[in-house]
């Protein structure tokens, strides 16, 4: 199995513009988890699925973030308009149902200028 | 809320020496589960180890070892004979049986030094 795949690994864009970060989970997983790390916060969970649905989406900072899961092998983070402060890590971590290991993505590296 | 402590936001060992990171957290609840992430500078997340609460035994994986205090809410990890490879982030998380997300300390960064 190739892990969780995120894309892009590294995006740079400047502030006001749309941003979608993409992940594909291990299949077979049906919780999918993204979390977001900056220096000053450490690791946060933004949003978490299971079996495509949000189960909890209070970790969304405000209404300029957004995420879907259309289905079991795809997820999409999207923000916007997009600003600096937005810029951090964002991780996104699949686990199948009653395993309570996570399984995370390499990441992606936001940079919004 | 469940929160992480990890106290130590930095600190350094001599190769083949033994370090240990600290890790404390705060919950009600009585099952949950306990893991120590590594994040090297290629930023990927690693899982070192993992705890169940009901198990009294400290788990074990090669030089890396638990010391889980239920009663004191404690769960530092030891790192026997340090590697330069061991240079990292090491983050204490936790979650509860049941399908929670993961709750995360802030992390300790370590460095091993030759």
């Known amino acids: 199995d190739a892990g969780v795949i995120q894309s892009p690994r590294h995006e740079v864009t400047e502030m006001g513009q749309e941003v979608t970060l993409r992940c594909k989970p291990i299949?077979?997983?049906?919780?999918l988890f993204w979390y977001r790390q900056t220096m000053m916060r450490g690791l946060e969970l933004l949003i978490y699925?299971?079996?495509?649905?949000?189960?909890?989406d209070s970790g969304m900072p405000e209404d300029r973030f957004s995420a879907k899961m259309p289905n079991a092998s795809f997820s999409t983070l999207k923000i916007q308009p997009s600003e600096p402060r937005d810029s951090a890590v964002y991780f996104c971590?699949?686990?199948?149902?009653?395993?309570?290991?996570?399984?995370f993505g390499p990441g992606t590296r936001l940079t919004v200028l | 809320a469940q929160t992480v402590t990890q106290s130590q936001p930095e600190m350094s060992v001599q190769e083949a020496e033994t370090v240990t990171l600290s890790c404390t957290y705060d919950?009600?609840?009585?099952?949950?589960?306990l893991f120590w992430y590594k994040q090297p500078p290629s930023r990927q997340m690693i899982l070192v180890i993992r705890?169940?609460?009901?198990?009294?035994q400290n788990a074990t994986e090669n030089r890396f070892s638990v010391n889980f205090q239920k009663a004191a809410k404690s769960f530092s990890l030891k790192i026997s004979d340090s590697q330069l490879g061991d240079t990292a982030m090491y983050f204490c998380?936790?979650?509860?049986?049941?399908?929670?997300?993961?709750?995360f300390g802030k992390g300790t960064r370590l460095s091993v030094i030759a």
């Open positions: 971590a699949s686990r199948p149902t009653n395993y309570n290991e996570q399984f």
């Open positions: 299949s077979g997983h049906d919780y």
């Open positions: 699925f299971n079996n495509n649905v949000p189960i909890d």
């Open positions: 919950t009600s609840e009585n099952n949950y589960y």
């Open positions: 705890q169940e609460a009901y198990k009294q």
């Open positions: 998380a936790f979650t509860f049986s049941g399908n929670t997300p993961l709750v």
